[in-house]
């Protein structure tokens, strides 16, 4: 589904990812770990399609095509999501027409007509009660004001609505306590099927027992120097980042 | 011969058809020759710096109308909020037009002032606050008050509720050619009384009217006075606003602008608070394009303990537009425990659009908390970026994005219908193209 050539970008003339190579096939989670600064926002945040960033040399294919031809809504239209490590405050746009408006341009990209009221209103019922999210929530204006575990809620169940086919979860886990961390992890595994990946980019390991991944990748000053299986992320907790560098 | 010159020899006709020897004369002649002293405003005065009438002072206007325009109602009609539900003050080229109106002396009179003026009936209420609060020395208001003749007359008395709305509404038909306009208009709300007042002034045709319009209004203890004034005329109009408002002990007066039309707009907005624990609040949103030109200038003057203030002013810039915002606050010595707030935010879409800010506070009392603030800036790019990664084109969410910057000075608009025209009037002047129910 996803698959990183030697990819090299950098940020105002600073060379930040130096060489990445990466696949994800459909069905599969991978969680990219690594101490701060090396690299682990940039390379989400270059896969969505973020303009500051440059790519130097390389490549991102999904589902073959190179997303360098793609600007971001249309990486977005493709099935990729982005959950933020920290989210956007948009104050004045409730969270319920924010993700309405994003449905429906998407389903508008797509050749979609727009998705019928009652359709939507049973669809985000459903979602935040998996999400244990509050209706009064929904009225609020989006992110503005949301407590940390509050914003992720948030993301998480902008992607439920979503569906995406490739999810990238920045730091999803940061500023969750464990209660919310479950609930969460439960919404991703939702997610979870044979034609679906997730990338998870966390610095802890603690995500990973409620999101069990497929492989374990360890980036560090902007290259992958290291990779497995589960236990990898559990080996490093024990170890620290020191050990793979 | 300059239109100073003209309006000042155009006094003599005035008084032709006027009541000379009815003592609001004496005070018409007292303004014109302040006016003469004074003469318009210009650049090198503080209050003036960043908007300039030499534009608007070239054109020549037509003072006095020559005869009587009448327009068809289905030819205006989208102008007004209601077809029945409000009472209606209408002017068509500064005479009023009986056909469009929809005025009521039952439980409250909402008539000409004109009327009010020259009845007796009315003469103590006029003595007692005509041109009472008004600024004698600001000359357009001078000028105002020389010429001033007609506009709307409103009062409420004690404990009266206005059960509808009431719409002022200016035309300007173009069929004189460049027009100048003063109405005048004077409100009373007396003690405990309420009322929703719409002000709007629309040309109808392609031409100049130059409007210098006057309003007092006179808020008496615990009444509650909404006011909307909805600039949206078209883009050859030129509108300077004069309102003064007094305020009473726990009297609420909350003053909506909405400028969105017109080449020049300058609005003149001034509360004075007169009584303990009043509530003033003023809300502007200013969205303009090409070289329209809009300034807010406000004073809020607390002369009394435990008041409060609040401002918040938004605009977007675009083109080559200018915007000014200068926003006084005077607190005075035995003001105490004043809460005064001031926010003036706005985001420039152009490089070529200017936006001139200044906040202005003298506080003269140790005990009170004020606040300013303001902010000029582009739309958010990591906000972009985060609507962009959730499938919204960047046209769309560059508008999604300014709609919501403007939209929620909408929350505080307490009629319903009035609330959906505005946001359709953004909607059409942001040019958005999907559909919000934000």
Redesign the interface.
């Known amino acids: 589904m996803l698959e990183i050539n030697n990819l090299h970008a950098s940020v105002d003339g600073k060379q930040i990812l130096k060489g990445i190579d990466l696949k994800v096939s459909s069905g599969e989670v991978h969680a990219i770990m690594g101490p701060n600064g090396s690299g682990k926002s940039t390379l989400s945040t270059v896969i969505a399609g973020h303009e500051d960033f440059e790519i130097d040399k390389g490549e991102i294919l999904f589902e073959d095509e190179d997303l360098i031809d793609f600007n971001t809504e249309e990486r977005a239209h493709k099935g990729i999501f982005l959950s933020f490590q920290y989210p956007v405050e948009i104050p004045g746009v409730t969270v319920t027409n924010f993700i309405k408006t994003s449905i429906n341009q998407m389903r508008k990209a797509n050749g979609l007509d727009e998705m019928p009221a009652n359709v939507m209103l049973k669809k985000i019922r459903e979602k935040s009660d998996l999400l244990k999210i509050d209706s009064k929530f929904l009225s609020r204006s989006l992110n503005e004001g949301f407590s940390g575990g509050e914003k992720k809620r948030n993301e998480i169940f902008q992607m439920a609505m979503l569906e995406p086919k490739l999810a990238i979860l920045d730091e999803t886990d940061s500023g969750l306590d464990i209660d919310a961390l479950k609930i969460v992890a439960n919404g991703v595994n939702m997610l979870r099927n044979d034609d679906t990946a997730v990338v998870l980019i966390t610095h802890y390991q603690r995500l990973l027992d409620y999101i069990v991944p497929d492989f374990v990748h360890v980036l560090s000053d902007g290259k992958i120097v290291k990779s497995g299986n589960k236990n990898l992320a559990i080996e490093l907790e024990a170890k620290g980042y020191d050990w793979v560098k | 011969m300059d239109f100073k010159e003209k309006l000042i020899s155009s006094f003599m006709v005035f008084e032709q058809d006027i009541d000379l020897s009815n003592p609001v004369h004496e005070i018409r002649s007292r303004s014109l020759k302040k006016f003469e002293e004074k003469g318009f405003p210009n650049k090198k005065q503080e209050a003036w710096k960043y908007t300039s009438l030499a534009k608007i002072l070239k054109s020549d206007y037509g003072i006095f109308q020559k005869k009587e325009v009448t327009i068809e109602l289905k030819d205006v009609q989208k102008y007004f909020l209601y077809e029945i539900d409000t009472y209606k003050i209408v002017f068509i080229d500064g005479i009023y037009s009986p056909f469009l109106s929809d005025t009521t002396h039952d439980g409250l009179d909402v008539c000409l002032l004109s009327a009010a003026l020259t009845n007796p009936k009315y003469k103590s209420l006029i003595n007692k606050y005509f041109n009472k609060i008004s600024d004698k020395t600001d000359s357009l208001t001078l000028l105002n008050t020389s010429f001033s003749m007609e506009g709307a007359y409103i009062y409420l008395p004690k404990s009266v509720t206005a059960e509808k709305p009431i719409e002022i509404m200016h035309f300007s038909t173009g069929k004189q050619g460049d027009f100048f306009l003063q109405p005048r208009n004077l409100i009373i709300v007396e003690e405990n009384a309420e009322v929703q007042i719409l002000e709007r002034h629309q040309s109808l045709s392609n031409h100049r009217p130059f409007t210098n319009s006057v309003t007092e209004i006179y808020a008496k203890d615990s009444s509650r006075i909404d006011y909307y004034k909805i600039q949206n005329d078209r883009e050859e109009a030129y509108l300077i606003d004069n309102t003064y408002i007094s305020q009473n002990t726990k009297s609420n007066v909350h003053v909506h602008t909405f400028s969105f039309g017109g080449e020049i707009t300058r609005n003149n907005l001034n509360f004075y608070q007169n009584g303990e624990n009043c509530n003033s609040t003023l809300n502007g949103l200013t969205i303009i394009n090409a070289t329209q030109h809009v300034d807010h200038y406000t004073l809020v003057s607390h002369a009394q303990p435990n008041c409060e203030s609040h401002q918040e002013y938004k605009g977007i810039f675009s083109g080559k537009s200018v915007g000014v915002f200068n926003g006084k606050i005077l607190v005075d010595k035995i003001a105490q425990k004043t809460n005064a707030f001031q926010q003036n935010n706005n985001i420039v879409i152009d490089d070529r659009a200017t936006i001139n800010t200044k906040p202005q506070l003298e506080i003269f009392a140790d005990d009170v908390k004020c606040s300013h603030g303001c902010t000029i800036g582009q739309l958010?790019e990591?906000?972009l970026?985060?609507?962009?990664?959730?499938?919204?084109?960047?046209n769309?969410?560059r508008g999604?994005?300014t709609?919501?910057?403007?939209?929620?000075v909408l929350d505080s608009v307490k009629i319903p219908k009035l609330k959906s025209r505005i946001n359709q009037i953004i909607s059409s002047k942001l040019e958005i193209k999907?559909r919000?129910?934000?």
Not at chain 2, 385 to 394: A, D, E, S, V
Not at chain 2, 403 to 408: G, M, S
């Open positions: 958010d990591e906000a970026f985060y609507l962009r990664t959730r499938g919204i084109p960047i769309e969410a999604l994005l709609y919501a910057f403007a939209n929620n999907i919000h129910e934000l």
